[in-house]
């Protein structure tokens, strides 16, 4: 039986090598570091004395490729979300809370109601998702939206920043239409928030692990990739640190490497250049908060923090495209991100809890117009070399998503050149 090998095991490696032992064909899983999971990881924070995510991710229940991959790995039920799609939102300015609630099936009925969309808005404002819809692949999301109207403040910018990990004015509207076509514009049913009720690693990266391991997937951890030999239109040989590994006429190879780290493998691949921060600071309060939002999660307005993410005793907040705050030291950000979280979550002020700063500092590819075209094509013009990633030619935002979906991509197409 031929052997499809998976360089990289973040989420779209573990994708590809997932879908290709549950069909059955041989997997050898390469992975530089000593652990899986990439950016979508957990760890044991000493400091805190408890485990917290390198960075939060939010998925909804209509990103149909990982609610198929966790399908497959048997981990669905290790998320949780309202029964019922709900996004509560604070205003720092003005103290304002409310929860947008669509409604199910597609005709989107709960922007006439007022008890159901942002305060501040007609039902006439939402028109502006239309002009997403059909945006150019040069507009920006400012070139659709008002930026001086609610929807805009209370909406539109939470969600390019969530999903887009860019300022509006610089975020490819494109990249909102896939986003709001698979999730709102279904209803929703396609629009629940869910997180990783134990982390992301309990969810997402240790049941694949073990699901690898029962198919008989070999997985090399501690296995960099140094290097390709090519010979005419095939792959022979993946260079490692631990030696070389020489391919079999009918193997593939699927490269599902961080973008840059293609510039050493594959200098010639087209890539996406530029990159936006994130910024992630996790807090460990001495209990829950006392009045928990209808969802696990709090969109914040008018300040410095965009979400904040709710596990027990863990306050995980995110800042997108945080350019400017990736700058100051880790001090600052917890005192400043801590005064707007105790403000949504009705905690007291100070003291501030502990808490660790994590910066992404090259998060996500700069996710504008220019940008859009240097995302590579999964095939490559070597037969069994196929490339996956949330950087390549998904469609989809730099999202869980995304990676998945372009992992599931290259296993079909690794599967499709050995039959």
């Known amino acids: 039986m031929s052997t499809v090998h998976v360089v990289g095991a973040g989420m779209a490696g573990l994708a590809a090598a997932v879908r290709l032992a549950e069909a059955g064909r041989r997997v050898v899983l390469h992975e530089a570091a000593p652990y899986a999971g990439g950016r979508c990881r957990s760890f044991f924070d ?6 917290i995510d390198n ?50 099936g597609p005709v989107p009925w709960w922007i006439f109601s007022t008890s159901r969309r942002v305060p501040g808005t007609r039902a006439a404002d939402y028109l502006s998702a239309l002009r997403i819809l059909r945006s150019r692949p040069d507009q920006v999301v400012t070139d659709c939206v008002d930026p001086a109207s609610a929807l805009f403040k209370r ?7 969530a999903a887009l990990n860019a300022p509006a004015d610089e975020a490819a509207a494109v990249l909102l239409k896939p986003v709001l076509l698979e999730t709102f514009a279904k209803g929703e049913a396609h629009c629940r928030p869910l997180i990783a009720r134990d982390g992301l690693s309990a969810s997402l990266v240790n049941p694949a692990l073990a699901f690898l391991e029962g198919r ?7 296995e960099r990739l140094r290097g390709l030999t090519m010979f005419g239109d095939q792959m022979t040989e993946l260079q490692f640190t631990r030696g070389t590994e020489a391919l079999a006429e009918a193997d593939a190879v699927v490269l599902a490497l961080p973008r840059r780290a293609m510039a050493d493998i594959l200098p010639d691949c087209p890539r996406p250049a530029g990159s936006f921060p ?17 969802a696990p999660l709090i969109g914040l307005i008018g300040g410095v923090a965009h979400w904040v993410f709710l596990r027990g005793r863990i306050a995980s907040v995110t800042v997108s495209g945080a350019s400017a705050l990736a700058e100051e030291p880790a001090e600052r950000i917890g005192a400043q991100i801590w005064a707007e979280v105790a403000g949504a979550i009705n905690a007291p002020e100070h003291p ?60 079909d197409r690794a599967l499709r050149l050995s039959r």
Not at 380 to 388: D, V
């Open 46 to 51: 000493e400091a805190l004395g408890t485990t």
């Open 55 to 104: 960075g939060n991710h939010l998925l909804m229940s209509g990103n149909r490729s990982a609610m198929r991959y966790l399908d497959i790995i048997g981990a669905r039920a290790s998320l949780e979300g309202p029964e019922c799609a709900a996004y509560p939102f604070f205003d720092l300015t003005t103290g304002e809370r409310w929860t947008a609630r669509p409604n199910g």
């Open 278 to 294: 994130i910024v992630n600071v996790h807090y460990h309060m001495t209990a829950p908060p006392e009045t928990q939002p209808e």
């Open 352 to 411: 501030i809890p502990p808490h660790r700063v994590v910066k992404e500092k090259r998060a996500t590819f700069a996710q504008i117009p220019s940008q859009l075209d240097f995302r590579p094509k999964t095939a490559t013009k070597w037969r069994n070399l196929l490339l996956a990633g949330d950087w390549t030619a998904t469609g989809l935002p730099a999202t869980i998503e995304g990676a998945v979906r372009s992992g599931f991509e290259a296993a």
């Open 155 to 161: 909406f539109w910018e939470p969600l390019t920043l």
């Open 216 to 222: 008989g997937a070999s997985v090399r951890l501690g």
